[in-house]
C-alpha cells in the first residue's frame, strides 16, 4: 500500500496486476496481446483506471500479412503450446485470419511450455521443427519458451537442411541470431515515451 507506480514486465506479471484487489499505478509492458491475453479489456479501455497497457491489435497479422507478400507461401508452420497462452502468445487468432483472407494452410504443431522445463520446452519446438519442415513451405517463429537465443541455432537447423523461410514474431534479435527475417522495433525508447 505504499507503492506509488508497479511496473509489470511481461504477460503474466500483467495478469497478476490486473485485477480489483489494488488500486496502485500499474504500466504492463512488454506484453506480446494484452487483449488476448485479458490484461485489458479493450484496445480502446483497459478496463481499470489503473492500468495501462500499449496495444496494437494489428501487430501480428502484419507481421504475417508482409512474410506472405513476400515469400508467397502456401503452407505456414506454427509451433505453440495448446492452450489459452499458447494461443495468444503465438498470435494464433491474427494467422488464422490472415490465412482465411489469403488462403494459405496453416499448419499446426503443439510444444508444451507450461509446468515443463526449459530443456523439456526447447525439445519440443525442435520436434515440431524437424516435423513441420516436411509440411510446410514457411514457418511462422512465435513467442515461447522453448525459442530463446541460446536454442535458435539448434531451432534452425532442420528449417536450414530443407532451406523454409522462417519469420520471427518477436522482432530482430532473433534474426541476429538465425532467423531469415522480422520487422525491427525502433527500440524501446518509443515504447517508454508511449507509456509516459
Known sequence: KDLDLMIAMGTWAGQDL???????????????NPVGSGIVKSAEDSGFDFLHAKVDPERYERQVRL????????????????????????????????????????????????NVSAREAEDGVLACHQELVSKVDAIYI???????????????????????PSFSMLGSNEVRHGVLMSIAQAEFKYVGQFHA
Open 18 to 32: 490486473a485485477n480489483s484487489a489494488h488500486s496502485v499505478p500499474t504500466v504492463v509492458a512488454s506484453c506480446s
Open 67 to 114: 512474410f506472405h507478400d513476400l515469400i508467397g507461401f502456401k503452407k505456414l508452420g506454427i509451433v505453440y503450446e495448446d492452450s489459452t497462452e499458447g494461443k495468444t502468445f503465438g498470435g494464433v487468432d491474427a494467422v488464422e485470419k490472415v490465412a482465411g483472407e489469403r488462403g494459405f494452410e496453416v499448419v499446426r504443431c503443439f510444444a508444451p511450455f507450461n
Open 142 to 164: 512465435t513467442v515461447h519458451r522453448g525459442v530463446t537465443l541460446k536454442s535458435l541455432p539448434k531451432l534452425m537447423a532442420p528449417l536450414y537442411a530443407k532451406k523454409i
